[in-house]
């Protein structure tokens, strides 16, 4: 199957194993006392976000949101590529020439989520607060710990409903990357 760019489209609910993997995170978040859940307005953010709702009321908050895929929704990976490129790397390198498709700029989006992601930590001190987000915006946030290279950043997979833990003090530090349940990690020796 084709990996075809939502962005912000309508339509793209969570698939069975989607929901599955959600479930999952949920179970790993059991025993972290999650003090609020913030959550993307995108149908498939909500619906993980509902799952794992038990524990917490869902704050909806649009800065959350996945990035503006512009004339690039709905298109696979391959037909962009074709036309246009490497954009996804350009992407993460700030390349101006992204946006005359539509496509949000990475400095946008991390300007954003770290916005957001401040003002969670300053309303719950102490706490553990959950960001349901998608791939851009969890990469934007691993540029605010790590300030990767665009190229690392652009290698980089988020999985789906993995958790990435950040600690928010004077600066903003990593804490975990792409936490699963330990039956979805990829077997070491195939």
């Known amino acids: 199957m084709d990996r075809v760019l939502a962005g912000r489209a309508p339509g793209f609910p969570l698939t069975d194993e989607g929901r599955r993997q959600a479930a999952g995170a949920a179970r790993l978040l059991a025993g972290m006392g999650i003090s609020a859940i913030y959550c993307s307005p995108i149908q498939r953010a909500r619906e993980t976000a509902g799952i794992m709702a038990g524990v917490s009321d869902i704050t909806v908050d649009g800065r959350l949101s996945e990035l503006e895929m512009g004339s690039f929704t709905g298109k696979t990976y391959e037909e962009i590529s074709g036309t246009h490129g490497n954009v996804f790397l350009r992407f993460y390198e700030g390349d101006p020439g992204v946006g005359e498709s539509g496509v949000e700029t990475f400095e946008s989006v991390r300007r954003r989520v770290a916005e957001i992601a401040r003002e969670a930590a300053s309303r719950h001190p102490g706490g553990n607060v959950l960001l349901v987000t998608h791939m851009d915006p969890i990469k934007a946030m691993i ?16 999985e789906n409903a993995s958790l990435n833990i950040f600690r928010y003090g004077e600066a903003v530090e990593l804490g975990a990357i792409n936490v699963m349940e330990p039956g979805r990690l990829a077997p070491l020796n195939p």
């Open 143 to 158: 540029f605010e710990s790590l300030h990767p290279p665009p190229e690392a950043l652009f290698g980089l997979v988020i």
